[in-house]
Every structure is written in C-alpha cells, then in structure tokens.
C-alpha cells in the first residue's frame, strides 16, 4: 500500500514540472523560452462546401527554461479565405497563454468552389430519360469556372407531376449536396401556323412540339373533307422542338387540317386549294431574294441560330467553313471560341442570291449567363461613323437593347437615320437578365449627313408608306418628282406590279417590295406577308368567277372531282355518259375519243354553264395494254444466236421472264445445247396497277459443233498430254461437219496422224478444227525403251486396228487385248491397264469394253499401258452415234 502510493506521488510530482499545458504551477516554475510553430497546413475546399472545416490549433509546444516541453494554449488571428491570399502561405500570429512570445502558423489555403450555379433540370415527356445534368458548375474564389461530375437520386418519369430530386458531388475535401425538382409533362403543342405556299398547291404547317412521351410520334394531318381520304405526314422535331413540314401538291378542294400527337390533336383548321397562282418571272424573283438577304439578323458575335424570313416558295441554307454554323443555320458553341465564315443563300423557283459574313465569332458554350453577356459586350463593335443599321447580338433569354442619346437619329432598335448635316450621338448597348444587367458605352459616335439629298428624300418618301394588312384595294403609291416608283410582288397575279390587287376565291398571302429610284440612287422598303382577303362578290359574279378560273385538263385520265364554292350547287354532263356519267365517274373507251362536258354551277335562282370541248379520254388501260403486247412481233423459231427482245411497245415496259434459262435468258441470250430445245417467252407489260401478258413460243436449234467442243475437253481433262506411241487414225468427220487436223510440226507428225521422226520428244500441238469451231490437243512422240526391236510401233498397231475398227463399225462390245508382240508367244508383251477419256460413254471393265452410245458422233481416246513404253499410249476412237 505504502510503495503504490509513493509511485501515485511521484506521477503527479513530474505532472506538475514537465508537461503540464496550462497550470498555473508551472508556468511560474519555469519561464518560456521557445515557442515552436504547429505543422504546416494546405487547406482545400473553402469554408462553406468543406467536408472538414479548417481548425485552429488549440495549443502550441514551448521549450522552458529548465530544458522541458509543455503545450500552452493560443488564441489565433483569421486565416483569409480572400480570393488574393489563394494559394499563397500565410503568416498566422497567435498570441501564446503565460508568455510575451508568439506563435506563428504557417497556412495556404488552396482556390475553392465559392458559388455553386443550380443544375438546370429540364421539363421531359412521360417514360422518357430525365436526361439529367451530368457535371455541377462552380464559381471558383479565385473566379475560375470548374464542373464535379454530379451522382443524383433515382427518379421515375412514368407519371406525370413533379418530382423532388436530390443531389450530390464530391471533391478533394469538398462535399455538396441539393435538391432539384423534375417536371414530368403531357404533350404540349403550341404555335402551330399553316400556310398554302407553291403558289397555292402546297399546304405548309410550321410550330413546336415539346415533351413527346417515349414512343409517341407527332404528325400532320391533311383530310380531304369530299372524300374523308386523310394523309399523314410524320414531323420531324429539331432539339428545341420545332418542325417545319409542307405537303405534297394537292387538288383543289377543301381541306381540314390539324396537329397529331399520340391521342392528342390540335384544333383543326380548314384550307382550301383553289386555282394556282402565276408565277413571277426571274427578275421579279431575283430582287426579291436581295431584299430578303438584306433583313437577315446576323450579330457579331453570333450567340442563337440564324433566323430565316417566311416567304412562300423562298428556301435558305448556309455555305459554312465551320460547323458552329449549319447549313440550316443553326449556331452550335462548342469547348472553344470559333471564327466562321459563311454565305447564306436564298433560292426563290429554281433563282439563287447569296450574301457573305467573314469573321463571325462564336463563343464557347461553357459560358455562365454573366460571362456570356461579358463576352457579348466585349466583341460587340459599332462603326465610327456609323451609316447603316446596327444589328443587335440575340441569345436565348438574354435581352439586347440600345439606349441613344438621340432616338431621331438612332434609335433604340439600332434604326440609322441620316440626315442633312452630320450628327453626334452617345450609344450604349444593354444586355439583361432577370436581375443581372450590364452595358457597354459608345460615345461620341459620328452619324455623317447623307450623300446627298436624295438619299435622304428617298428614305423619307419610303418611311410615310402605310400600308397595311388586309389590302382589299388597288396599291396607289404617291408620286414623287423626278422619281421611280415600282413594286416586286412575290405573287404578281395577286398583287401586279402596278400595285393592281385581284381577290380570287381563297384568301392569299402575299410580300412586296416598294423600291424608288432617283439621280440613280434606289431605296426600297419591304412589306412581308400581306393578306389578300378572298373576293366579296354577287351570286352573279361568284358563279363567273368560278367557272372562269375552272379548268379540266386534256387528256382526262381520273375522274372529274369539282368542288364548288360554298352553298353553290354543281353538275356536270358530258356528251357521251357512257364514258363520262354525270357524277364525274370516268370509264375509258377501247380506242381514244374526244368528248365535251358541261358544268352547270346555281345558286339562290341563278344558273350558269360553261362547255369545256375537245376533252381527250385515252383508251382504257386494258385495251392500251393489250394493243402494246400485239404490237410486239418476233420470230423465235430454231434459234442459233441471241434475240433483241423489245424494252418497251408503244411506250410502255416490257418486262420478259423464261420459263427454261438454261436455254435462253430473261434477256434473250441464247445459250448453246446438243439437241432441238424448246422455250417459251412470256412478255408482260404494267400501267395504272394493271398487268397483262402474253406467251411467245420458240426453239433452239442443236449445236452440233458443242458435241465436238465437250469431246475434246475431256480428252484434255483426262491426261494433259498425249503421249503418241503410234500412229493415229485421225477421223475427217464428226456429226456431218468435215475436221482438218493441223500439226504445228509437221515433220514429226502428219496432218492424217501418221508419225514421221520417233527421234524427237519435244512437246507439240494438234489442231482440230470443224464447223467454225477449233480446238487444240497437246502432243509429244514417246519411244519404246531400250530393248525393243525398231518395229515395235508396226507391232503396237497391228494389235490396236482390230480394236479401232471394232468400234467404228458401230458395235457395242469388243475385248481389249492384254499382250502385244512376241513370235509364237515368245517373247510378248503385257498390256496391264486400259483406260477411257469418256468414262460416261466408253467403260471399260478390265478388258472388256462396252459403248453406250446417243445421238452424236464422239470423239474418244483410250489409253493403254504397254509394257516398254514409259506412258499410256492414246488410241483416238470415232464412236459413231446409234
């Protein structure tokens, strides 16, 4: 007990004069006499976003006098999270408990995310993918921009509402964590416009569909309201929504015309196809196109698509060196600032013109809406002096405006207008959003007096031009003194380039442009998309007016379908019912003829005709068919080379088919056979979803000279050289055609295979021609080996004639001999093995040999292996037909 207590003693006793942090005791025991700095701290993450926040160190080490350690607590300055000290090591002062001496800690704080910019979640269609951002944008201390890749809670899109999401991102020492709300929505349909373009033919629907569920598709719908025939036509959405669609030309009529998605339909609207309306001539369209290109927004730099004026029967696209701009205009910024350059053309009916933009710029997408509009403001240049229009820049929920010091000379809308002395004027260009609004100034901008003093009349002249949609009246434009005044209209038959407006049966849509010259100065001001309302007429007159623009076209070819205005009563009566009956239904005659129809139109009492003469009606396809397939004439009939089979008759396709290709094809290419081959032809010709035909019979004649051509293709096939050992029987003919044989050395071996010098191996040829035909055997002499007496080639024959002479006389046996030479037995030679080029004809069994023969004459070889000659010695066999 006594000794645990002395060691309890003893503890406490070096406690209290070692290292005791804050006791009183010690501190006035021993004075301090080094303070040393804790450990060097690099702090990432920033204050609010840090997972561990920066800490202090509550105590510091000091060295006492007496030698030993304590820790004493201290109380620090602020570290600075201020954007100048990132990065850079601060000197931290604290004061240290019990002692005049500081401490000092050394700390860098690293740069940090100090604002964190919402994900932008957005509005999708029902069983789509949320689509999710992927990164989390952040606004750094030191001003930097830097994306975490973002992890988010799962979310459903199988209903509709709005669903709360949550968020989250982590980093080095960084931790963030939000919520975001995801709108789940049904279709929405929305600016849905219709337009008649073509000249009237064409019906042309333009808006923006959003939030499509997934596999729904969108259409429009054109119904023809006489005949409930509906066409759909699918409508391709770009990434914002929008879908541009134009039908195919249609017939007159009415039409009921609406938006399709899914289940869901727009309200339907009614158009009617009337008349087409003239065209206007290449001139007319070709200034139109200038003026056009002048009015489009092109703003440097350029931050949203291009938008294209809506002009009927006018195209644009765009010739770009870089794909931020498309052909279709649209803007597309990328992971850096482009420079563009491109045209953008204009075609109006088959008339082009283009306009040229260099050094457009482009700016990186990854833009926060501040830089953005920083960034606009930065590159966005007015010239000094200023003459024409200022085009403000446009983005997507960004508002541009220009504030002038003098809006009669420049407005707010960047209008330019010069007059008759120069002009000083400050300018600024606005830009907003939602709360945020910045500017950039332009002063002291000089806006020099016009040329001269036309200019400016000409423009003043165009300025108090009022003319308003709907125009029901002629165009009068005032005069003007020593001037010119002229109208280009996109539809001159509508509105004239008089300024004379004509209303017809539907309502038109119609642009102008109102162009003066003077002093060979031309200013011109564009009226776009004037509506012509249809004509207000009497009975009288609607039902001249109808029948005047009515036409019925030469030749008819479908039945006649008038549509009437509305309440007006239609018939119609041609000269021959049969053909034409009085409800329009055409029946086509055998042979054309020409009728006349009447229409008789009537309404409220009064009743009016016209006589359309001369009407052609063509045929009826059965009968225009039938008279193509008689007009065809051919002689198919033992045929021995191709056929030109006709491609058409009397303007229609031919289409051949053969019903035997093995002997001559769908094409009339004749292919050789043995014997007489029977074909037929069967021609068949198509028109309105009709077809007819007709069967031609024929006959290949018997190519005799391809029973020669095969004979010696297997004698090749069979052994590639003929190694003669005596003489040859060359036969003179074969199946009535003679054969000439032809040796390329003449003085080994004869033209009738007789066998000249034995001396020679060298390899030669043997030509048979016969019928036109040639075919060549290769040849070499072989001698007898050592021993055999000079005339064992006389012995060899001797045995092999009786044989060849078996075979031409038109047997169908013989027995091939086994041995050759020898006097009385002694001294003969064996014939061990036998052989056939024509197995399928000649088979040989041992020594027996058994022909079958057919209906040509053959050529044969067989091959024998003679004991004291090296190889099979050929023996060449006519084997005459049966």
Do not use: C
């Amino acid at each position: 007990m006594k000794k645990g207590l002395a060691i309890v003693l003893s503890l406490l006793l070096i406690l209290s004069y070692g290292l005791t942090p804050l006791g009183a005791s010690a501190a006035s025991s021993s004075s301090v006499k080094t303070v040393y700095s804790p450990k060097y701290l690099v702090h990432y993450g920033g204050v609010k976003y840090a997972k561990k926040k920066l800490t202090y160190p509550k105590s510091v080490k000091v060295k006492l006098s007496n030698g030993k350690y304590a820790y004493r607590s201290v109380k620090w300055n602020k570290v600075s999270f201020d954007k100048k000290y990132i990065g850079k090591k601060q000197k931290i002062k604290g004061d240290v408990y019990g002692t005049s001496k500081n401490a000092y800690w050394y700390v860098k704080v690293k740069n940090y995310p100090a604002k964190v910019l919402a994900p932008n979640v957005m509005t999708v269609g029902k069983n789509q993918p949320a689509n999710l951002p992927t990164r989390l944008s952040t606004i750094f201390e030191g001003g930097q921009r830097y994306s975490y890749p973002l992890k988010w809670s799962k979310v459903s899109t199988a209903s509709f509402g709005t669903k709360n999401l949550t968020y989250s991102t982590v980093g080095r020492n960084l931790e963030i964590y939000g919520a975001a709300k995801l709108k789940v929505s049904d279709v929405v349909q929305s600016m849905q416009k219709y337009y008649l373009v073509s000249y009237g033919k064409k019906i042309r629907a333009t808006g923006k569909i959003l939030y499509e569920a997934k596999g729904m598709k969108s259409y429009l719908v054109i119904m023809d309201k006489k005949t409930g025939e509906s066409t759909k036509m699918y409508l391709k959405l770009d990434k914002k929504g929008h879908y541009y669609v134009t039908s195919q030309e249609l017939a007159p009529g009415d039409y009921t015309v609406y938006i399709l998605s899914g289940s869901k339909k727009t309200k339907s609207v009614t158009i009617t196809i009337k008349k087409p309306i003239t065209e206007p001539t290449d001139e007319q369209k070709r200034e139109l196109l200038q003026k056009l290109l002048l009015v489009i927004n092109v703003s440097n730099p350029l931050l949203s698509d291009i938008e294209f004026p809506e002009v009927d029967g006018v195209t644009f696209a765009v010739d770009s060196d870089n794909p931020a701009v498309s052909s279709s205009g649209k803007v597309t910024r990328g992971a850096t600032d482009q420079t563009v350059n491109f045209a953008i053309k204009a075609t109006f009916g088959g008339v082009t013109e283009s306009k040229s933009f260099s050094n457009i710029l482009v700016p990186r997408k990854d833009l926060s809406d501040e830089e953005l509009i920083d960034f606009t403001l930065q590159n966005f240049t007015i010239a000094n002096p200023l003459k024409t229009n200022i085009t403000l820049p446009t983005a997507e929920g960004i508002s541009f405006s220009l504030i002038s010091s003098n809006e009669a000379v420049v407005s707010s809308n960047g209008i330019v207008k010069r007059g008759m002395e120069d002009k000083q004027v400050d300018l600024t260009l606005r830009a907003t959003k939602g709360s945020l609004t910045k500017t950039k100034s332009f002063p002291n901008i000089l806006v020099p007096k016009v040329d001269n003093a036309t200019d400016s009349l000409l423009q003043d002249y165009l300025d108090k031009l009022d003319i308003k949609s709907p125009v029901t009246k002629n165009i009068i434009l005032p005069a003007l003194p020593g001037a010119t005044v002229s109208i280009t209209s996109t539809k001159p038959s509508v509105i004239s380039d008089t300024g004379i407006v004509t209303r017809g049966m539907t309502d038109q849509t119609v642009s102008i442009v109102v162009s003066v010259t003077k002093d060979g100065i031309t200013k011109s001001r564009d009226f776009w998309n004037l509506t012509v309302p249809k004509q207000d007429a009497t009975t009288d007159e609607l039902l001249d007016l109808y029948l005047s623009g009515l036409t019925i076209s030469s030749p008819l070819t479908t039945n006649l379908s008038l549509t009437p205005p509305a309440g007006v009563n239609l018939s119609i009566s041609a000269s021959d019912p049969n053909i034409l009956s009085n409800t329009g239904i055409l029946t086509p005659p055998d042979v054309d003829k020409t009728i006349s129809v009447t229409v008789n139109v009537s309404k409220d009492g009064i009743t009016k005709s016209r006589t359309f003469t001369n009407i052609l009606v063509p045929l009826s396809l059965s009968a225009e068919l039938d008279a193509a397939l008689n007009a065809i004439n051919l002689n198919l009939l033992n045929l021995t080379g191709n056929v030109n089979l006709p491609s058409s008759s009397k303007g229609i396709a031919v289409q051949w088919t053969s019903n035997n290709p093995d002997v001559i094809s769908n094409d009339g290419v004749v292919k050789g056979a043995l014997n007489l081959q029977n074909f037929t032809l069967k021609a068949s010709v198509t028109k309105g979803g009709i077809t007819k035909s007709r069967t031609f019979s024929g006959t290949v004649a018997a190519n005799l000279g391809l029973s020669f051509k095969n004979d010696i293709a297997k004698i090749k096939s069979s052994v590639g050289t003929l190694n003669v050992g005596y003489n040859l029987n060359l036969p003179t003919s074969l199946n009535g055609s003679a054969i000439t044989w032809t040796s390329s050395a003449p003085s080994l071996l004869s033209s009738t295979g007789v066998i000249l010098n034995d001396s020679s191996s060298t390899p030669f040829t043997l030509t048979a021609t016969s019928g036109g035909t040639s075919e060549t055997l290769n040849l070499a002499i072989q001698r007898p080996s050592g021993g055999l007496l000079s005339g064992v080639v006389d012995l060899l024959g001797n045995v092999l004639n009786p044989v060849v002479n078996t075979l031409a006389s038109g047997q169908g046996t013989a027995t091939l001999p086994k041995s050759y030479g020898g006097l009385l037995g002694i001294g003969a030679r064996d014939i061990t093995n036998w052989s056939s080029s024509h197995p399928d004809l000649v088979t040989i069994q041992g020594y027996n040999l058994t022909v079958k023969r057919d209906d040509f004459d053959h050529l044969v070889v067989l091959y024998a292996d003679y004991e004291g000659l090296d190889k099979p010695v050929p023996v060449l066999v006519k084997i005459p037909k049966r």
